[in-house]
Antibody
Framework: QMQLQESGPGLVKPSETLSLTCNVSGGSITTPGYYWGWIRQPPGKGLEWIGNIYYSGSIYYNPSLRSRLTISSDSSKNQFSLRLSSVTAADTALYYC???????????????WGQGTMVTVSS | IQMTQSPSSLSASVGDRVTITCRASQTIMKYLHWYQQKPGKVPKVVISATSNLESGVPSRFSGSGSGTDFTLTITNLQPEDFATYYCQQSYSTPFTFGPGTKVDI
C-alpha cells in the first residue's frame, strides 16, 4: 500500500532554510485528482496546515507562511518537497507530509500520512 | 475559516458515550473531517466529509452536522479510543484545524 516518508535535517539554525522531502511509494503522485500536503505540529500543540501541491503545478500555501515557503514536486522521483526560509524557533515542529483525497467540489481529507520528521530550530 | 472545538478536554470511562463539537466561523458545507491522534502517533482520519466512516474505523464512531456545526460521537468508548481528536475543514484554503479535544480516562 501507499507509504509516505519525510526526510531532511533534524536541526536547522535560525535564519537558515528548512528543507524537507516526502518520498511516496506504492503509488504515484501523478494520480489524477490527488493533492499532496504538508502539515506541522509544534511540540505539545495542535496541527497546522502548511500547504498543498498538485503534480502539474497547482499550489496552495498557508498565508501565514507564504512569504517564506516554497513547495515543489518531482514526478520523476515521485516526491514533493518543502522549503521554509528564515526559520525561527517558532518553526520547531514535527512536520508531516500527507495525501489529500479529491472531491468533486472542494477537497476531502488527508487520508495517508507520513510518520513525521521532527525539525528543531536552534543555534 | 476559524475552527473551534468543545470541550478542550474531557474525562470519560470505558463504555461511555462521548460527544465532541466543532464549529466553523463560516459555512463549510460537508467538508469537515475528524482525526484521532494518540500520543507519539500520526493523526488518523476517522470520519471524513462530516459523516463518512473511514475504512477500518469501528462503527462506534459517527459524525453529523452541516454548515457550521458538527459533532463527533463515540459510543461505548473503548480503551483504544483515548486520544486527542481534531476537526479540520477542507472547504477552502487555508485549511484549518480545530485546537483539539483530549479524551482521557
Amino acid at each position: 500500500q501507499m507509504q509516505l516518508q519525510e526526510s531532511g535535517p533534524g536541526l536547522v539554525k535560525p535564519s537558515e532554510t528548512l528543507s524537507l522531502t516526502c518520498n511516496v511509494s506504492g503509488g504515484s503522485i501523478t494520480t489524477p485528482g490527488y493533492y499532496w500536503g504538508w502539515i506541522r505540529q509544534p511540540p505539545g500543540k495542535g496541527l497546522e496546515w502548511i500547504g498543498n501541491i498538485y503534480y502539474s503545478g497547482s499550489i496552495y500555501y498557508n498565508p501565514s507562511l507564504r512569504s517564506r515557503l516554497t513547495i515543489s514536486s518531482d514526478s520523476s522521483k515521485n516526491q514533493f518537497s518543502l522549503r521554509l526560509s528564515s526559520v525561527t524557533a517558532a518553526d520547531t515542529a514535527l512536520y508531516y507530509c500527507a495525501r489529500l483525497r479529491p472531491d468533486n467540489l472542494a477537497y476531502d481529507a488527508f487520508d495517508i500520512w507520513g510518520q513525521g520528521t521532527m525539525v528543531t530550530v536552534s543555534s | 475559516i476559524q475552527m473551534t472545538q468543545s470541550p478542550s478536554s474531557l474525562s470519560a470511562s470505558v463504555g461511555d458515550r462521548v460527544t465532541i463539537t466543532c464549529r466553523a466561523s463560516q459555512t463549510i458545507m460537508k467538508y469537515l473531517h475528524w482525526y484521532q491522534q494518540k500520543p507519539g502517533k500520526v493523526p488518523k482520519v476517522v470520519i471524513s466529509a462530516t459523516s463518512n466512516l473511514e475504512s477500518g474505523v469501528p462503527s462506534r464512531f459517527s459524525g453529523s452536522g452541516s454548515g457550521t456545526d458538527f459533532t463527533l460521537t463515540i459510543t461505548n468508548l473503548q480503551p483504544e479510543d483515548f486520544a486527542t481528536y481534531y476537526c479540520q475543514q477542507s472547504y477552502s484554503t487555508p485549511f484549518t484545524f480545530g485546537p483539539g479535544t483530549k479524551v482521557d480516562i
